[in-house]
């Protein structure tokens, strides 16, 4: 929203002290993010008002040779009658007008803050132009590019400065909407000027109201649901005959400064209303309006919509309704959607001779399904779906009507729910409590009576010794360390009456928002809260996380990745997960984003293509984060139960990525892994359908799944453009977390030395690996030693049906240094236990 | 002759002279031998002390700017990386656990409850638009901000309440937002949220403990300001600004929209088993992403999340 300063200024007198920088300041700390500050002047510098003495037409060209008088200004590029001569190519120039003059060296407004046109002096058609004389379009006031700017010689005469007459010397600030949304008074000039005043701690003095009691007021053509329009006032009278003005009026340029564009009287009229109060109005044509409603005397009925009910809006669109938007109905034919646009059906057009105003309010939330539901975001639904207060709209059709000088044939107003006191209370100590400050009781209410609020004060009795609770309302009384009330010992409860403009005040914190905000949070002091050292608790997954990114990036050079948990269902097909066991979201972005993410992995392999293509040879990207699908089921608050994965893709084969995975699991965090075969065709291979089962396996500690690991099928890399070989794991953090809890970890080293042997052995091709290792270790655990086993090689000739599987063993006793004898019988027994499996220790 | 020679020489000299002994007297001898003895131990000190000194003359030089020597192969060391939003998120983490705050985490499928329902946005409020919400067909959202967490930490660590007398967390996680992406917009980013209940909780107290958290972040005094912000969970509610601190490059002045903050509405209170009578509490939460761009002068948000090495190895 485009605040002026100027327009402001027409409301609160700011006291000479405080710069304008120093407003804004003041503004953007106390009332509302000032996201930026423009500033008028240098885009409206040196134009001047001159008047076109002579305008001869050049012949056989669209162009006329102007002498215009700019009051002496610019007296440089003066011929000898004091005259200067511009080209101008408008069909309105001509002798006697005034006009708005740029000279050269003069930045064309228009292009100010782009490109800058600098106005020189040229020739055109073999006559000399300085500068030129510039349409409203041009002035970046409108969009009028007709003709050139006509100014009103009541306002101006040669000379004037442009900026000075139309009050372009002006700073405009645009503000966050979003830190107002509770705030329907401060979309209007009025409000935002009240709250200027607050913050400056001054008074406001309120625009006097014209008084209702001076008109006739029936409601008797009004039928509302005030839960859709708590409030309908609208008045009937004869459109003024008042042509457009042919001159650039003030009232143009107030609303070129909001952002709005003047369209004709009327209407402009209505936006102008708008803008200084934030009450929307609209007109309708009123013999349309009777004529679609089939009656001769206006019935107005503002009711919800009915499904498949369609209404052509102003912009020519015919919208079909759904049950959540309001339809204004001319005798139930509807003429307007309520808060968003009017019918083409009671359009004001050239023929119109009386029109219906209406000055409403309606439910916002209808409303805002409106907004979304039709897509309509103009400048009066914006300010209705903050919650225009009721209170407002008849005053504000008043002031229509006086301004527009009409006398009404009718007006209307139906409200029911009438007028209500709110009244919130309050103690001076709860609000130094909350805020943390010490405010006394006239602060206090000298600031909330500047804005509006009227405070009465009533003397409580006295609370001493322990903070106490006010039963009225029931916020603790002072606070401060000792728990005491913070000045003196009479407790005061301040009754204040809420203006009808604050449709957002109702609760005590409420109150204390004002009082914080309007004195300034930044005059708070700053204190620490103190409690007992009893210690902090970070979520174990997070400590596992940071555990195992210590251990993935820095212990085994692996890259930490973070890609979206959302993905395509081309993805999810890509790697033959069931697309419908993914939660979908509905309102995505694009199809790359739809569907909710029920593993890491496949996220990861979908970046390896590219990483190669950077010129990446070798790496191992991981990730750690949410995944879920929908057979995962719902926990206790009925969402989605998420489970943390660690995804792994690394470049390389099934033993690369277990070399990885054992450093990681169980030398990293301890976990002692098993290793299970996936059977093609099983659970486990449809659990993660893009692995090769035959190269894959399980992860198990003890009887518990924690996930799984090997190459990842051709036919899914084929899909993902990939050749070299890819291994992949996925693995369930949570169920790592669990196992973590209960793991003992037996660490035992020898102070005797230990004896260290390595050991081949042939056995049969087929001949697992695990079951060799498994066997010697049983045999040195069941010697009571402490020893390590560690794989040396595994040779195994082309075609051959032996191979030889080679281990340096490492043991000790922890009773003795082992003799020879002792060596030898274990050796023996490793001998024995081998070749009951078939190794033969060669 | 080189000092190292005419120390040679010297030592040969000495050697020499050692002879001389058999010819002396026997109880001369003992007398002789010492002092021959320090002679000989002094040039011996003198000659190591002259070799130390001449030994890098005897040694190739190499060329530190090279990554190997001629000839050898280049030394190469496999390094990973970590992300750098989890890099910082940790440390905000620690930050906060050092001040005293508990650390849970979020979740990234939640619930019309958590996002709006629980944080006091009455049904169908135009400010729940604000929050430009995903949404899966079953209703489910995906947090827009971490703020869903609130209520379940005020449940959660509500025992707190009478054990230490606070509630004292913060919630870090990913959030998500329909928004087009682009340099300084992302769909999908990292929020802290911070929760603290009390029966003496102050705005001041909230505006203490977060310039503390930025002073001990960026390691220096910091000043601190505000303006105003709506939340329907605070009330009162503020965004904080800090100035931009002299490792940003700031030089005063400048200042950096951090986070939104306020007092935690009675009613979300309420509605979490708190009685608003009884506990203040202040909340706030702000975005991880930009602390770090600011930290690394990154000017395009769209990197974090894009699985480029190009761009994590430099971390």
Redesign the interface.
């Known amino acids: 929203m485009r605040i002026s300063l100027n327009e402001i200024k027409k409301y609160v007198s700011i006291p000479d002290a405080v710069s304008d920088q120093e407003l804004i300041t003041l503004i ?6 000032v996201e930026e500050v423009i500033d008028l002047s240098p885009k409206y510098r040196d134009i001047i008002i001159v008047k076109v003495v002579t305008a001869e037409k050049i012949p056989d060209t669209h162009l006329t040779l102007c002498q215009v008088d700019a009051g002496g200004k610019r007296s440089d590029l003066a011929g000898e009658d004091g005259l200067i001569q511009v080209v101008c190519g408008a069909p309105n120039v001509r002798a006697g007008m005034l006009a708005v003059w740029l000279a050269p060296g003069v930045i064309v407004p228009q292009t100010y803050g782009n490109e800058n046109f600098k106005l020189g002096t040229r020739k055109l058609q073999g006559y000399e132009s300085n500068g030129m004389l510039a349409a409203v379009d041009e002035l970046d006031l409108g969009t009028d590019h007709a003709g050139i700017a006509e100014i009103d010689p009541k306002t101006a005469q040669p000379g004037s400065d442009f900026a000075e007459v139309f009050g372009l010397n002006d700073t405009i600030l645009d503000v966050e909407n ?6 329907p008074d401060c979309f209007g000039l009025i409000g935002f000027a009240r709250e200027v005043s607050g913050i400056l701690g001054q008074a406001f003095t309120e625009p006097e109201l014209i008084d209702p009691a001076d008109y006739q007021i029936t409601s008797a053509q009004i039928q509302i649901d005030p839960e859709l329009c708590p409030r309908y006032s609208c008045a009937v009278f004869d459109l003024p005959k008042n042509e457009p003005s042919r001159y650039l009026t003030a009232d143009a340029v107030f609303l070129a400064k909001a952002g709005m564009r003047s369209i004709d009287p009327m209407v402009d009229l209505t936006n102008i209303l708008m803008l200084r109060t934030g009450q929307p109005l609209h007109a309708f044509d009123y013999d349309k309006f009777l004529t679609v409603g089939g009656t001769s005397e206006l019935n107005i009925i503002v009711r919800a919509a009915k499904e498949g009910e369609t209404l052509q809006l102003l912009d020519g669109k015919v919208i079909e309704c759904t049950p959540d938007d309001i339809l204004i109905t001319s005798h139930d034919v509807p003429v307007a959607l309520a808060g968003a646009m009017g019918g083409k059906n009671t359009e004001i057009d050239a023929s119109t001779t009386r029109v219906v105003l209406e000055s409403a309010t309606f439910s ?2 209808n409303l ?2 409106t ?2 539901a039709h897509g309509i975001f103009s400048e009066a639904i914006t300010r209705f ?2 919650g225009q207060p009721a209170a407002m709209t008849m005053p504000v059709l008043l002031e229509a009507i006086k301004l527009l000088g009409v006398a009404p044939t009718l007006i209307a107003d139906a409200y029911p729910g009438g007028e209500s006191k709110n009244v919130v209370k309050i103690t001076t100590s709860a609000i130094n ?5 010490n405010y006394d009781t006239e602060k206090i209410t000298q600031t909330l009576t500047n804005v509006g609020f009227s405070v009465a004060q009533k003397p409580l009795k006295a609370h001493k010794g322990k ?1 106490g ?1 006010i039963a009225s309302f ?3 009384i002072a ?3 000792s728990g005491e009330p913070t000045e003196g010992n009479t407790e005061v409860e301040l009754i204040i009456t809420v203006p009808a403009w604050r449709t957002d005040v109702h ?1 005590p ?2 109150i ?2 004002e009082v ?2 309007l004195l300034g ?2 005059n ?6 103190c ?4 210690g ?4 174990p ?2 400590q596992l996380k ?1 555990e195992l ?1 210590n251990i ?3 212990r ?11 993905v395509s269902r081309n993805l999810l097909e890509k790697v033959g997960q069931d697309v419908s066991e993914s ?7 694009s199809p790359e ?1 739809q569907c ?1 993410r029920q593993q890491i992995t496949p996220s ?1 392999l ?2 390896v293509r ?2 190669i293509k ?1 010129g ?1 040879k070798k ?3 991981y990730e750690i ?2 995944v ?1 699908s929908r057979q995962a089921g719902l926990d206790a ?4 139960v ?1 489970s943390t994965n660690l995804g792994i893709v690394c470049l390389g084969d099934f033993y690369e990525l277990k070399a990885d995975l054992f450093a990681a699991l169980e030398r990293g965090l301890k976990v002692d892994i098993e290793y299970a075969q996936i059977a093609p065709g099983s659970e486990a291979a449809k659990r993660y359908p893009y692995l090769e089962p035959v190269r894959s396996a399980e992860l198990f500690v003890g009887t518990t799944r924690i996930g799984a690991f090997g190459e990842v099928k051709d036919s899914v890399k084929r899909k993902f453009k990939l050749e070299t070989p890819i291994a992949a794991a996925e693995i369930e953090l949570d169920r790592v977390l669990e196992q973590e809890k209960t793991l003992t970890v037996d660490i035992q080293l020898s102070k005797f030395p230990a004896v260290e042997r390595d050991l081949t052995l042939k056995t049969a091709a087929d001949m697992p690996f695990g079951r060799v290792n498994e066997t010697i270790r049983s045999v040195l655990q069941g010697e009571q030693l402490i020893y390590s086993v560690k794989p040396v090689s595994i040779y195994q000739q082309p075609d051959a049906d032996t191979k030889n599987l080679s281990f340096h063993l490492k043991f000790a006793s922890p009773n003795g240094t082992l003799d020879s004898t002792q060596i030898t019988t274990i050796i023996d027994k490793l001998t024995v236990a081998t070749a009951q499996i078939g190794a033969m220790i060669v | 002759m080189s000092e190292l020679e005419k120390l040679k020489a010297e030592l040969k000299k000495i050697n020499a002279e050692y002879a001389k002994i058999k010819d002396l007297p026997p109880e001369q001898r003992g007398e002789f031998g010492r002092e021959m003895n320090s002679k000989k131990q002094a040039i011996l000190s003198a000659i190591t002390k002259a070799e130390e000194a001449l030994e890098s003359e005897n040694v190739a030089p190499l060329d530190i700017s090279a990554p190997a020597a001629p000839n050898q192969p280049i030394p190469t060391i496999p390094t990973g990386s970590e992300h750098p939003l989890m890099t910082e998120l940790a440390r905000v983490i620690q930050i906060y656990s050092d001040m005293g705050f508990n650390v849970i985490e979020p979740q990234q499928l939640d619930d019309e409850f958590h996002m709006f329902d629980s944080l006091n946005f009455s049904k169908g409020h135009p400010a729940r638009d604000g929050y430009d919400t995903f949404r899966t067909s079953e209703g489910f959202i995906p947090p827009a901000h971490t703020s869903t967490m609130q209520h379940r930490a005020l449940k959660k660590y509500q025992s707190d309440l009478e054990t230490t007398g606070q509630i004292a967390v913060v919630v870090p996680g990913r959030v998500f937002r329909n928004e087009d992406v682009d340099a300084t917009h992302e769909h999908t980013f990292y929020q802290c949220e911070g929760v603290y209940v009390s029966k003496t909780a102050t705005m001041g107290q909230m505006f203490g403990v977060l310039k503390r958290f930025f002073e001990l972040y960026y390691g220096q005094k910091l000043k601190i300001k505000t303006q105003p912000g709506y939340f329907p969970f605070t009330e009162p509610s503020a965004e904080l600004l800090i100035e931009k601190p002299a490792s940003l490059g700031g030089k005063g002045g400048d200042w950096l929209e951090m986070l939104g903050c306020g007092m935690i509405h009675p009613n979300v209170l309420k509605m979490a088993g708190i009685d608003p009578a009884v506990y203040h509490g202040f909340a706030w939460g702000g975005g991880i992403d930009r602390l770090v761009m600011l930290k690394y002068n990154l000017t395009d948000v769209r990197y974090f999340e894009s699985g480029k090495l190009d761009f994590l190895e430099e971390f």
């Open positions: 953007g700390s106390r009332l509302v993010e979003k830190s107002l949304t509770h705030r916002l939330y805002r399904k907004q979304m779906t903050k409590s909350l805020l943390g400050t903070s609770v029931g916020l603790k606070s401060r360390a609760i914190e409420d204390i928002e914080g905000r949070y930044d708070i002091p700053l204190e620490l809260p409690g007992p050292f009893t902090t608790e970070i979520a997954m997070l940071a990114r993935l990036s820095n085994l050079a692996m890259n930490e990745l973070l890609t979206y948990s959302f939660y979908e979201i509905v309102n995505s972005i984003l909710f990861l979908d970046k590219e990483n950077s990446h790496f191992t990207l984060n949410q879920t608050d009925g969402v989605p998420m």
